[in-house]
């Protein structure tokens, strides 16, 4: 047994250097849109619309579909986040003009029992407890806030509940202090926990125009793309579920955060700033 665990924990490592290359050079590869193996990337033929919001009806977002994750205020949210995320309101989650709009404000909720101390506030909308998927194409039409210290991402956590060993898929992030680029992301517990595998697409007007953030989720492996074309790719492996927990279903998220490992310093004159989402739209093959 500990020859074997030593055999799994070698194949194990060397997955993670051999991905970590195979991203890299995805990364560089991708130039000003998409890098050279991109491929059409479009909803199979086959499969049909199983899950949507298309934000017609004014107000808030629907709790049939959504509901508001709140429970790391008073503690602070993960990656040094600056963010308090609010319960229904107005004013950080509203559908306006078929749109949903995520905005960040620069505020403090001091008077609510779990503020913990943040100097602004945004939205996290989940479907977790509504709905979830195991595999499928998602696609989600949406604009960028933009603004230094803006971090809006499109994304999935294993409803399991365990991170990193249930997975995460990051459909879309884009960081306000590099307004023309948007990047997706991996995160298993193979190598180092949570390490992510990302890749990196050139958009210089995600901040001026909606565009279409897709990802094929298989058995076989996720394939995330941009407007109809493929950006990167991760294949199931038979490494085990450290390097694919993929099998099991997730649920979807939507945010804002602020500040952070990623969104970076903060310019407070740029607030009120949103992230507007035309529609969310999940298909699945038949069963």
Known sequence: MRL??????????R?????KTGMLALSLAAGSSHPAWAEDLQVPKNYRLVWSDEFNTPGLPDPARWQHDTFRNKEGWFNNERQYYSGPRLENARI??????IEARKESMSSAPDWGGQRY???RLITQGKAQWTYGFFEISARMPCGKGTWPAIWLLGSG???PEDGELDIMEHMGQAPGKISSAVHVAAGHAGQAFSGVVQLPDACKRFHRYQMHWTADGVVFGLNGLAHMRYPKTDLGPRAWPFDAPM????NLAIGGDLGGPVDDTIFPRAMEVDYVRVYQAPR
Request: hydrophobic content about 55%; charged content about 25%.
């Open 121 to 123: 506030t945004s939205a």
């Open 161 to 163: 509940g365990r991170w």
């Open 96 to 101: 306006q003009d078929g749109r949903l709009l």
């Open 251 to 254: 649920f979807l998220l939507l």
């Open 4 to 13: 074997e665990a030593v055999s799994i924990l070698g194949r194990l490592i």
């Open 15 to 19: 997955f993670v250097r051999r991905f």
